[in-house]
């Protein structure tokens, strides 16, 4: 089975974003975060996936998650 | 049919599901998500047992703790109506899920208030906000406008000051914040302050490009060159599911006995959606431990 690509933007006081990492290190998936805070382009670049601009974003390969969707997410980790 | 179903996963839902379980009630909590309101918080000082403890954090130890009794869990539903049906209720989800138990608790919280003007709903996640602490720092060296004049507006205009190039704060009515707060947007150089001020409209097409406000006292617009608009103007109670079967007051919570009994028998409410008159995490989850005693008291008188 193919490990899943998995990138998330968040910013560092968001509880949301928090909370998906927690997700997904007790589910032990290994992710590429990006502060869109700090770094200007991956904000670009989170909008331009996700059409809007609130964080958490979540992509699994090509699936973008807007929020922490958790019912979501099970099924695109699963 | 399970004895209890307890819909909200929030501190007033879980302190709920943790009595009920240790009752040995056969439980079903239903919910959106686990944490309900503390998800958008960040820093609480003011829970028994943590000098500082982050929202996260709390609700994965609440998550760890009611995961350890016997309760049915469905994360992720939401009840869009609470329903009498004979020998006791019925919830169905907004997926057409059907639920029956024997009583129930109540314990949705509330969530943010809307302006409800055009642009707001198309624009919500495209510049448009109801969690500063969330995304605030996404429009860092944007002009930006905080609308609300309360501390969680005053708050989200300090944060903003420090990082946004400009920032609008729109308030209906003069300032109702702590002082302190108040005091401290003197030193912001990059503010500029419209109280008595109505937000008439937030424009754009696929992102936010302005806010339009009204002066109430003589009717004159402006026009705010703004690509964030923060609304931070209070919260409305979940009461929805419950409308029409239970009493609501004028703000729309549940009134509720001290032992947490609505108007309907074996229909309890907990934490935020009632008329609980402080709305605070340890009072939430007094609150649900309270009415998981009474539906567990009520379950035990019901003729068999």
């Not at chain 2, 004028?250 to 006995?257: A, R, S």
Request: charged share 25%; with cysteine.
């Amino acid at each position: 089975m193919v490990d899943k690509k998995v990138v998330i933007y968040t910013t560092p006081t968001c509880p949301w974003c928090h909370r998906a990492k927690d997700y997904l290190s007790r589910k032990g998936i290994s992710f590429t975060e990006h502060n869109v805070a700090e770094d200007r382009e991956a904000a670009k670049e989170m909008i331009d996936k996700s059409k809007q601009m609130g964080v958490p974003v979540i992509i699994v390969d090509d699936e973008v998650v807007v929020g922490f969707n958790q019912s979501k997410l099970d099924g695109l980790l699963a | 049919m399970h004895d209890l179903i307890i819909v909200g996963g929030g501190p007033a839902g879980i302190a709920a599901g943790v009595y009920a379980a240790r009752k040995q009630l056969k439980t079903l909590l239903i919910s959106v998500d686990i944490g309900g309101q503390i998800n958008n918080t960040w820093g609480i000082e003011n829970y028994l047992g943590y000098q500082f403890i982050e929202g996260p954090e709390l609700i994965n130890k609440f998550q760890t703790q009611v995961s350890q009794f016997p309760i049915d869990q469905k994360i992720g539903d939401k009840v869009s109506q609470v329903s009498k049906i004979d020998g006791g209720f019925e919830a169905v989800t907004e997926a057409g899920d059907k639920y029956q138990a024997k009583a129930v608790i109540l314990a949705t919280g509330k969530k943010p208030r809307k302006l409800n003007v055009p642009g707001e709903t198309e624009l919500t996640g495209r510049g448009v906000t109801y969690c500063a602490i969330c995304d605030g720092p996404v429009f860092t060296g944007q002009r930006v406008a905080v609308v609300g004049g309360g501390n969680s507006a005053l708050e989200a205009t300090l944060d903003m000051v420090k990082i946004a190039e400009h920032v609008d704060l729109v308030s209906l009515t003069p300032l109702t914040g702590d002082p302190i707060l108040i005091s401290q947007l003197a030193n912001a150089k990059n503010l500029s302050v419209f109280t008595e001020h109505q937000t008439v409209e937030i424009k754009g097409k696929d992102l936010v490009e302005g806010a339009l406000i009204k002066d109430i006292k003589n009717g004159k617009e402006k026009h705010l060159d703004v690509t964030g608009v923060f609304i931070e103007i209070g919260l409305v109670p979940n009461s929805d599911a419950v409308k029409g079967l239970v009493e609501l007051n004028k703000q729309g919570e549940v009134t509720i006995t001290p032992t947490c009994e609505t108007t309907v028998p074996g229909l309890y409410a907990a934490g935020d959606v009632t008329d609980v008159p402080e709305k605070q995490i340890i009072v939430a989850a007094g609150e649900g431990a309270k009415a998981a005693l009474q539906a567990h008291r009520y379950l035990q008188r019901l003729v068999k």
